[in-house]
C-alpha cells in the first residue's frame, strides 16, 4: 500500500525548532519528488519546500534560511529540519509524493502530487 505518514510536529515557543519526518512506505521517496505543504483550517494550502529525486532542494521564500530538507534513503523517509519557527508558522503540515518517478521537475504546486500523508500540527507560541 503507497502510503505517506508525517510525524514530528508539537508545540514550541518562537525561535524554537522542529523536526518532521515524512516517512514513506509501498513505494522508494527516493525515485520521487517529495513535497511539504501547510495548511490552516480556512486557509489555501501553502507549499513549504520540495525534494527533486536527484536531492534538489526548493524553499518558499517565507521560510529560506530556516528549514532544510534532507533524506534518508536506508529509512525511506525525508525529513524537514524547521529552525528559528515563527508564529506564522503555526498550521497543519503535510507531505506529498509527486505523480511521477524521476519527474523532471519538481515544484510546490499541490496539484503536481498525487499521495498526501495525514498531517502533523506544528504550533508556534510568541
Known amino acids: 500500500q503507497v502510503r505517506l505518514v508525517e510525524s514530528g510536529g508539537g508545540s514550541v515557543q518562537a525561535g524554537g525548532s522542529l523536526t518532521l519526518s515524512c516517512g514513506a512506505s509501498?513505494?522508494?521517496?527516493?525515485?520521487?519528488?517529495v513535497g511539504w505543504f501547510r495548511q490552516a483550517p480556512g486557509n489555501g494550502r501553502e507549499g513549504v519546500a520540495s525534494f527533486s529525486y536527484d536531492g534538489t532542494a526548493t524553499y518558499a521564500d517565507s521560510v529560506k534560511g530556516r528549514f532544510t530538507l534532507s533524506r534518508d534513503t536506508a529509512k525511506n523517509t525525508v525529513t524537514l529540519q524547521m529552525n528559528k519557527l515563527k508564529p506564522e508558522d503555526t498550521d497543519m503540515y503535510y507531505c506529498a509524493r509527486g505523480r511521477w518517478p524521476y519527474g523532471p521537475v519538481c515544484t510546490m504546486l499541490g496539484m503536481d502530487f498525487d499521495v498526501w500523508g495525514q498531517g502533523t500540527q506544528v504550533t508556534v507560541s510568541s
Open positions: 509501498g513505494f522508494l521517496s527516493s525515485v520521487y519528488c
